[in-house]
């Protein structure tokens, strides 16, 4: 998070109170309103993959969606729930 913030010429605040744990703030500068693409307008589509992946995820939600984004874009998804021993 520090390198991002960074690169995007912002600055992290950190507060720390006994007891009470840190609190961490970062400041991005502002910056005009996004470009967005106009209903109707159809963007590019993007290149597919077709390499194989390895997901490895723990949380079975999280996992799912990936390897359903993941198989969507043309890649071959082998994924894994389980740490290694």
């Known amino acids: ?7 995007s010429d912002g600055h992290i605040a950190v507060e720390s109170k006994a007891g009470q744990g840190r609190t961490f703030r970062i400041y991005l500068p502002r910056t005009e309103a996004a470009k967005s693409t106009p209903v109707g307008v159809r963007r590019e589509a993007s290149a597919q993959g ?36």
Not at 1 to 7: A, F, R, V
């Open 50 to 85: 077709s390499e194989t992946v390895l997901l490895a995820e723990d949380d079975s939600n999280l996992r799912n969606l990936a390897r359903e984004i993941l198989s969507s874009q043309g890649y071959t998804v082998l994924d894994s729930r389980d740490k290694m021993p």
């Open 1 to 7: 998070m520090y390198g991002t913030t960074k690169q």
